[in-house]
Every structure is written in structure tokens, then in C-alpha cells.
């Protein structure tokens, strides 16, 4: 069975600096997608960044990139110039052949003024 | 983007009755949809899958007599408690992915209360 470990339950960073999130995950298939998701206080889940496995290339959106390294098995996020607006739960998820999604146990992110 | 709606958004009900929420795609035909359930300060857990026309899959651990689940259209899926009990609480989201665009989509989530 396939799983998503994010082993930071919280952190911290000043506005305008740059943070990374980790993200490690474990699967026997060889095509899947990753995904970061934020969810803000009004628990909506907002997709942030998506990566598809067979992509050597690491997703970028705005601020928001991503470390791929699918040997390792590992996805990290990084957010560049930090906004108050980032301040949410982030999660790390997976999705493999039968279109399930598996998320991690989150990080909260916040952002200090 | 692609819109998923939820209803309703909150709502208390009494232990031993039974609610439903309605998962709804507003712009795009959902194939299949999803159903989570979300505890305070936790992780997204999958409840069930579900397709249009045929009988939701449940993850391991998850009861289905207790929790129905309907997909009886391509834009519209029910999950009911049933005989909910306050271990029942919780905030229930579902998700739905387009046919076409392959992309799966969340809606808002269900605050449910069993006082």
C-alpha cells in the first residue's frame, strides 16, 4: 500500500523568506501523480503545485516549486517570498493507477509579520 | 476552474437519526467521486469511492451500512449517516474528478455535529 510521510507537524518562517516542507512517500507503481494542497482556516482544499511521476522536470506555479526525487521517493515544497496569506495546513498527497488520493498527517505552516 | 459544491455546509442533528449530504459538480460531469473524512487537526482519511451507476467501494475500516453512499448521476453524490452517533462528527468532504480533464476537484466539506 502506498504512503505519505511528512514529518513536519509544524513551522515557522518570516515573511519575504523562503521555506521548504518535506515530503517522502512510498509506492511500488511507476506512474502516479504528487500534489501539494493548502488548507486554509475555512477548510477548502486548494490545490498548490502537481507533479506527474513520469516528469523529470520539477512543477513550478508562481512562488511555489517543488523537489522531485523519485529515486529517493521524496517531494518537497518550497515557498519563496512568504505572505501572510501562505499561513494554512499543508498537505502532501498521492495518487497512483486506481485515481485514490492519500494524504499526509500535514504540516502547519505559519508565517511571523 | 471547476466547481464542486457541498450541502449542506453544516448542519447538528440528533444521535440516532440519520443526515444526508449532497455532493454536487456544478461545470463538469464526475465520473467518480470521493468521500473523506477529516477529524480536527488531522489528515484527510478516504472513506469511499464512488461511480456513477454502481456501488460505492469502501476503504478497509469503514462501515458501509453505516455510511451510505449514492452516485446516482454523473453530477450528484449522497453520503447518509446513518443512526448517527457524536463518534459520527466530524467534517466529511468529497471530491470529484472530471472525465475529461482527468483533474479531481474538492468540495467545501459537511460539519456534522451529533449532539
Known amino acids: 500500500a502506498q504512503t505519505v510521510t511528512q514529518s513536519q507537524p509544524e513551522m515557522s518562517v518570516q515573511e519575504a523568506e523562503t521555506v521548504t516542507l518535506s515530503c517522502t512517500y512510498d509506492?511500488?507503481?511507476?506512474?502516479?501523480?504528487l500534489f501539494w494542497y493548502k488548507q486554509p482556516p475555512s477548510r477548502q482544499m486548494i490545490l498548490v503545485i502537481r507533479q506527474e511521476a513520469y516528469k523529470q522536470q520539477n512543477a513550478t506555479e508562481n512562488r511555489f516549486s517543488v523537489n522531485f526525487q523519485k529515486a529517493a521517493k521524496s517531494f518537497s515544497l518550497k515557498i519563496s517570498d512568504s505572505q501572510l496569506g501562505d499561513a494554512a495546513m499543508y498537505f502532501c498527497a498521492y495518487e497512483g493507477r486506481d485515481d485514490k488520493i492519500i494524504f499526509g498527517k500535514g504540516t502547519r505552516l505559519h508565517i511571523l509579520p | 476552474g471547476a466547481v464542486v459544491s457541498q450541502h449542506p455546509s453544516r448542519v447538528i442533528c440528533k444521535s440516532g437519526t440519520s443526515v444526508k449530504i449532497e455532493c454536487r459538480s456544478l461545470d463538469f460531469q464526475a465520473t467518480t467521486m470521493f468521500w473523506y473524512r477529516q477529524f480536527p487537526k488531522k489528515s484527510l482519511m478516504l472513506m469511499a469511492t464512488?461511480?456513477?451507476?454502481?456501488?460505492?467501494?469502501?476503504e478497509q475500516g469503514v462501515e458501509k451500512d453505516k455510511f451510505l453512499i449514492n452516485h446516482a448521476s454523473l453530477t450528484l453524490s449522497t453520503l447518509t449517516v446513518t443512526s448517527a452517533h457524536p463518534e459520527d462528527s466530524s467534517f466529511y468532504i468529497c471530491?470529484?474528478?472530471?472525465?475529461?480533464?482527468?483533474?479531481?476537484?474538492f468540495g467545501p466539506g459537511t460539519r456534522l455535529t451529533v449532539t
Open positions: 471530491s470529484a474528478r472530471d472525465g475529461f480533464q482527468y483533474e479531481q476537484y
Open positions: 464512488s461511480n456513477e451507476g454502481s456501488k460505492a467501494t469502501y
Open positions: 509506492t511500488s507503481e511507476s506512474d502516479y501523480y
